[in-house]
C-alpha cells in the first residue's frame, strides 16, 4: 500500500484479483479499481504524487497516472519482483526482483530501465534515502541489506542486520536520512543503523514483523506483522 503526499488517496495492491484499489481516506471507501499486472505486490507513488509504479509478480510494472488511474506504460524488469522505491525527485524508480537477485533502475521520463544491478539473493524490499539518495535492499535469501550509490548505481557496502541468519524482510528511511530500519519476521527485534556510520542497534519490535511506516516528522514508527499487533517506536 502506498498513499499519496498529500494524504488523499491510498493505494492497494491485491495480488489475488490483478488490481490496486484507489482509497479515498476522507472517507474511507474506493473510488476505482484500476486492472494491472499478475499478482501485484508493491506500490510507490512518487513526491509529486503523479505517478504510482506498481510491481507485478509476472516480471512487469505498471505506472498508473494519478489524474485519471489509468495504466500509461508496462515496464519488463526482472523476475518476481517484489519491493519498489521512487527517488526523491521522481527521476528514477528501483525495483527489487526477488528471483533474478538483482535491482532493476527504470528512468521516469521515458519509463525504461536503464540499469540492473546485481545484489544478494532473493531481494524483497528497497528503501531510498531522501538526503543521500543511496538505495537499501533487503536481501531476504542472504541475510543481508546491499547498500547503492545510485549515482554510479554500484554496491558499496553489504551490511549483515541480524546475528543467528535471520532474513530481513523490509527497509525503511526516516525522512532526515540518519537512521535505516531493517525488520524481520523470523525474529522479535528489528535492527536500526546510523546512515552515516552504519552504526547498529537493535530493539524489541514483537514477532514477524513485516511491514514499517515512518511518519513524515521522523519521531515515530510503526511496525506490523503476522501477530495481528502494530508496534509504535519513538
Known sequence: VAVTPTGTYAYVANSNSNNVSVIQTSNNTVTTTVTVGSSPRGVAINEAGTYA??????????????????????????G????????????????????????????TSDNTVV????????????AVNPVTNYLYVANGGSSTVSVINTLDNTVVA???????????????VTPDGTRLFVTTTSYAFATMYD?????????????????????????????????GRVSLVD
Open 53 to 78: 509504479y506498481v510491481t507485478n509478480a509476472v516480471g512487469t510494472v505498471s505506472v498508473i497516472q494519478t489524474s485519471d488511474n489509468t495504466v500509461v506504460a508496462t515496464v519488463t524488469v526482472g
Open 80 to 107: 518476481t519482483p517484489r519491493g519498489v522505491a521512487v527517488d526523491s525527485d521522481g527521476t528514477y524508480v528501483y525495483v527489487a526482483n526477488s528471483s533474478t537477485n538483482n535491482i532493476s533502475v527504470i528512468q
Open 115 to 126: 540499469a540492473t544491478i546485481g545484489v544478494g539473493s532473493t531481494p524483497l524490499d528497497v
Open 158 to 172: 553489504t551490511l549483515n542486520p541480524f546475528t543467528g541468519g535471520y532474513s530481513p524482510y523490509s527497509v525503511a
Open 195 to 227: 546512515t552515516a556510520t552504519f552504526e547498529v542497534s537493535q530493539f524489541y519490535a514483537g514477532d514477524g514483523i513485516e511491514d514499517i511506516v515512518i511518519a513524515e516528522d521522523g519521531s515515530y514508527a510503526w511496525m506490523s506483522g503476522n501477530s
